[in-house]
């Protein structure tokens, strides 16, 4: 048993009271961070661009729905086991999201969606919904933090948690059992710190920034930061050493690198160009 150094107690709270009613916390947070999400991605095109929010927020909620089933599907897909029928596929109040199913699901709806709009709007767009993705994956991260899952190595890191009690989704700590004083990684935890960092920072230099160059920082610095701390991850499925998660992040990391070489001089060169909405939303 490692000694109690960590400074975080951690208990987990499946279940929060709001108005008298009780609800899911998982579901309440990944709703609450879709809905929010949208809606951030849509004010910030909406006004850099002649696009109306309310057609923008309908948009940019299909790319979240669409992320939404995204994540579902493959959560699923890899976890066939806990799945008995399909009517517990459908149970996204009993949590299961995966966040790779999510962020392929949210890329592939924005560029259908997108494609008929000038390419300028539509790095315009990327911006809005990278910062939106950021709010959104924040608020789902406290979600996994009350339902008690993505724990780490047992550990007694100034920013570990201490296990205080609360019914957790994952039950063990790799291979023996979660018990209470046990000090871990909550990667959930390093996870949300992460978003919430990128998030200022991202907030405070969008009036500034060249189009392109929040996609670019949000791909680059978070794909880093989750690359590295699902090392740290002790309950979930690895091939050739790595999550599902970490060989996204591989290509997210590219892909802001592409953005920031390539994408973001090429559209400082088009900087004249006309922000204009195509006749029709796709």
Known sequence: MLPVSALIPYRAFPQIELLGLTFKTFSLMSVLGFVVGAA???????????????????????IAIAGFVGARVTWVLTHTDEVRSPIEALEIWQGGLQFSGGFIGVALAAALLLRAFPRNVKWIAADGLSVGTCLAIGLGRVGCIAFGEHFGRPSTFL????????????????????????TFHHTALYDLFVLVTLLAVLLMVARRASTGQLTAVFCCVYGTCRFLTDFLRVN???????????????????????????????????????????????
């Open 40 to 62: 951030f991605a849509a004010r910030h095109v909406s006004r850099r661009t002649p696009l109306e929010f309310q057609a923008m927020f309908v948009m940019a909620s299909q």
């Open 159 to 182: 920013l570990a948690v201490r296990y205080d009690g609360g019914i957790v989704k994952e039950t063990s700590l790799g291979d023996r059992p979660l018990r209470l004083g046990d």
């Open 236 to 282: 979930d499925q690895r091939v050739l050493g790595l999550t599902g998660a970490q060989f996204l992040m591989l290509v997210v990391v590219a892909a802001g690198l592409w953005i920031t070489l390539r994408v973001v001089p090429s559209l400082r060169r088009d900087g004249q160009q006309q922000l204009t909405a195509p006749s029709a939303c796709p």
